[in-house]
């Protein structure tokens, strides 16, 4: 499976970030989350900006660090001028 589920997972562990509480915020069934979580499935392209928008609501420096680790890069916007 792809880095987006390895990088929720430690995103929601570190953060202590539930499945059920992304789920909620997100608006879509606890057990899509749990697949990403336990990488049985990768989320769709078109679901990532909705977990770093989730994510953000949430607390922003988990959405942060969720970009840094799926993209392996630092975020855009953490980079010096």
Known sequence: MGRAGKALRQV???YGIS???LAVV????????????NETR??????IPDIVTALET???AAAKEFIV????????DDEPS
């Open 42 to 47: 990768d989320p769709l392209a078109e679901s």
């Open 58 to 60: 949430l607390n922003e």
């Open 26 to 37: 997100m608006g879509v069934n606890r057990a899509t989350v749990n697949q990403w979580f």
């Open 19 to 21: 499945q059920n509480r």
């Open 12 to 14: 929601l562990t570190t």
């Open 69 to 76: 680790l799926y993209l392996g890069r630092i975020a855009q």
